[in-house]
């Protein structure tokens, strides 16, 4: 059933991200989104950061 999923999304061009919003990665899982961004509430670069990477969408 995942494969198949899988294939329909590929054909129609579906992308995942990911948000991860804390001081750590959760290294599980997060390889099957195309792209992963972490936000670090105790860094205050971390939103510059992620507006970067939205914006280079």
Known sequence: MF???EQ???ESKT???SLIIG???NK???EDFD???????RNPHSIL???KN???L
């Open 3 to 5: 494969e198949q999923a």
């Open 8 to 10: 329909e999304f590929e």
């Open 15 to 17: 992308k995942f991200y």
């Open 23 to 25: 001081e750590s990665e």
């Open 28 to 30: 599980g899982g997060i």
């Open 35 to 41: 792209s992963n961004w972490v936000y670090d509430t």
């Open 49 to 51: 950061t992620l507006v």
């Open 54 to 56: 939205l914006n280079d």
